[in-house]
């Protein structure tokens, strides 16, 4: 069982930054694909980025790539996702969520249905 909690969330001006932090309990951490995912009411929930188990290889939605970058710490269980030049469209709740998997790799990084765990939810607001 793997329980995540996030912080980090909170409102910003276009242009600005925030980083998102994803603390998971378990001491298997480091065997888990990790993602972030964001869902705005009325929508379905779409993957942002995810990171392989020992962070060797990273993932992004193409409306993330080049402005997010997700990260982790094995050794502290924590998972971040730094967010900059933040549009207004990044509006959301944002969600990590954890895949045990083989070797901790992430294949169909982006597929809900295959993380086992989700984290409540860090609101982000960004206005112009």
């Known amino acids: 069982q793997v329980q995540l909690v996030e912080s980090g969330g909170g409102s910003v001006q276009a242009g600005g930054s925030l980083r998102l932090s994803c603390a998971a309990s378990?001491?298997?951490?480091?065997?888990?694909?990790m993602g972030w995912f964001r869902q705005t009411p009325g929508k379905e929930r779409e993957g942002v980025a995810a990171i392989t188990g020992g962070g060797v290889s990273t993932y992004y939605a193409d409306s993330v790539k080049g402005r997010f970058t997700i990260s982790r710490d094995n050794a502290n269980n924590t998972l971040y996702l730094q967010m900059n030049s933040l549009k207004i469209e990044d509006s959301a709740m944002y969600y990590c969520a954890a895949r045990a998997a083989r070797f901790g790799v992430c294949p169909d990084w982006n597929s809900l249905n295959l993380y086992n765990y989700w984290g409540q939810g860090t609101q982000v607001t960004v206005s112009s």
């Open positions: 378990g001491n298997t951490y480091s065997r888990y694909c």
